[in-house]
């Protein structure tokens, strides 16, 4: 048996072994910090806010309107919307009125609804009116009996509001034609509930709290059951991580900036769950992709912490306007989802003064595993190190644990790991043990740290020789004429695969000679790409992680 030898090497004050469980469901954490930060800001969107005590009154309201439809514990309701206030209210009030909460990409096309609602079984739905149209193409083929709408602006509030739904609708002409004849606004609904009677009903961390459903981006979507018990582990974990780095004075309340969509688990258990228990404020940033919109906002605010994803990171950095906004309160960023270039941790840390470390998880874990420490002791290119109470290895294809500094593929256990996929054989998503197979492939080092080498599915074979894309892409992002770039391997009659490298212009100058010579300067013969294809923009899951699959699907009908 591998010993652990990173718990030596943790950050002063964090604990390798904590106590998981201070609360008996995530319910019961919600109620408490409600009761507690009663009259601070929650959440902040477009200009509107809540205080904790009414996200309390209107997330109970919402709950007494689910119960009065016959809902009942255990049933499953979706939530598909982007980071707007409505969001935390349906998802604490989804799970007060003990409720499985099946969180949805909002750009999903109507296949990839239809498969995830058939799949929960959802028996509910909430949904901005800007996706309804794809909800009515295969509604009948779903188990939803009951649709909640919403509009942008529903709870923006006074004459903006009415405004922001208006240009949503009618001026930026988002919002397709539908007909769903049973809908209830949100509004309505808010209004319903406020006068209906709520039944608390019994929830421990045994119940399940919410399917999170993989991203699809390495094949067939499926529902990962993370229990009460999962999330109220993890948060536990995350805030004896980061809380150490985080607290200010007492008279002062931390401001967290949540670009990522909530219904990415990333963004749902630290900006959502763990800054809610926390007392923080969360400010949720709607259409991210808009960097101008985006940096106009952060300058509002004196923001403590900022999640996101690399090529988020990239393209504030690439905004003219970012480096002259107020870091004085900013302690750090955090960045998941894919993995952070070498050359965007080094621009963030010099704009910003202050550090972009990495962390690692998956939705079946919670799902932070890994994280660096924001006390300056992080290693770039690594992912950090496991969260308290949480075992992280490297196993090979047998199940075999390997020693410190040999490359196989991520394996971990901890209370925060599902319990499996929903309705699923779960054979060989475990090695014996309990060990979580991640389908990572990383290494430990001599310190303990974890690197990602790369996906296991993305490895190109290339003459017998393993390739991981993850390892060009982060040596032709350092290229000052390069913006984005993505790798893949396309089949070769002499090699058996090819690397194919999909650039986007930083500096339109750039030729395909450039960029060549680059890769033979830094890489060795067999991992420069054979074809090089400029793109404008790359695609991108809304969370901003680049789809390799749907560049290779691409290839593949070329």
Sequence with gaps: MVTFPWIKNYPEGIPAEIHLYEYHSLVDLFEKSCKKYHDRVAFENMGAQLTYGQVDRLSKDFAAYLQSLGLQKGDRIAIQMPNVIQFPVAFFGALRAGLIVVNTNPLYTPREMEHQFKDAEAKAIVIVVNFAHSLEKILASTSIKHIIVTELGDMVGGLKGILVNFVVKHIKKMVPAFSLPTAVSFKDVLKKGASLSFSKPTITNDDTAVLQYTGGTTGISKGAQLS????????????????????????????????????????????????????????????????????????????????????????????????????????????????????????????????LVEGYGLSETSPVLCCNPLDGTHQMGTIGLPMPSTEVAIFDEEGNQLPQGETGEICARGPQVMSGYWQKDNTGVFFPGGWFRTGDIGLMNEQGFFRIVDRKKDMIKVSGFNVFPSEIENVLANHPKILEIAAIGVPDEKSGEAIKAFVVKRDQSLTAEEVNAYARENLTNYKVPRHIEFRTELPKTNVGKILRRALKEEAAVS
């Design 228 to 355: 009460h018990g999962n999330l109220v582990a993890h948060n536990s974990m995350v805030m004896k991580w980061f809380l150490p780095f985080l607290k200010q004075a007492a008279d002062k309340q931390d401001i967290i900036i949540t670009a990522i969509p909530m219904y990415h688990i990333f963004a749902l258990s630290v900006n959502g769950i763990l800054m809610f228990s926390e007392g923080a404020k969360s400010v949720l940033i709607t259409n991210p992709r808009d960097i101008p919109g985006f940096v106009k906002e952060l300058r509002k605010h004196k923001f403590t912490i900022i999640t996101g994803v690399n090529t988020l990171f990239n393209g504030l950095l690439n905004n003219p306007d970012f480096a002259n906004l107020d870091f004085s309160s900013l302690k750090g960023a955090v960045g998941g989802g894919m993995a952070v270039q070498d050359v965007v941790a080094t621009r963030w840390a010099k704009v910003t003064g202050k550090p």
